[in-house]
């Protein structure tokens, strides 16, 4: 669904619709839509003289990463509210450094005459997924020997191995103990 500038200069852009999964492009294979997306919101043009657009509504879905430790695949269920601002974006080149206030850091940019609410989705629930994947806190992860999901059953493989590349310290400091 496009979001015109053109049309948000006459009215607000009002939109509740449902994306089935697979209709959204998350840009990784291991983060999946599991549920139909569930969108319901609108759209404005917040100032004309910038077009800038403010979008805000709420979302619900059920998302499936893998586990960044076990990699099996684990679900994150989300049910939030948005409220994201965009500006054009400008072909002007800023010279050197530029102090960003606080507002700045909250603001997206878009190109055209307008910005896909698919897209807006996208940046939301990529950002709103944790950084660190766990399918539970206290998960035991994959035996970096074996690949034995240590959560499923412990395996037989010996503590950690040595790190090999500490070898001529160890000799070294064993040499001058003796």
């Not at 939030?80 to 603001?107: C, H, I, K, N, W």
């Not at 940046?123 to 998960?139: G, S, Y």
């Amino acid at each position: 669904m496009f979001l015109s500038v053109k049309e948000l200069e006459v009215r607000k852009a009002r939109f509740l619709k449902d994306f089935p999964a697979g209709e959204i492009d998350f840009l990784e294979a291991s983060i999946r839509q599991v549920s139909p997306l569930h969108v319901d919101g609108e759209a404005e043009l917040i100032s004309e003289t910038l077009a800038d657009i403010r979008i805000q509504g709420k979302l619900a879905v059920e998302m499936e990463c893998n586990c960044d430790r076990c990699l099996e695949p684990t679900r994150y269920p989300m049910d939030s509210q948005f409220d994201l601002f965009y500006r054009p974006m400008t072909g002007e080149d800023v010279p050197g450094e530029v102090r960003l206030d606080a507002g700045d850091t909250e603001t997206s940019f878009y190109t055209g005459g307008g910005i896909e609410l698919e897209e807006v989705l996208r940046e939301h629930i990529l950002l709103t997924l944790p950084m660190q994947k766990l399918c539970r806190e206290d998960c035991k992860g994959i035996c970096p020997q074996c690949g034995q999901n240590q959560n499923v059953a412990l395996c037989s493989c010996d503590a950690r191995p040595g790190d090999d590349r500490w070898l001529a310290l160890r000799e070294v400091k064993l040499n001058l103990e003796n």
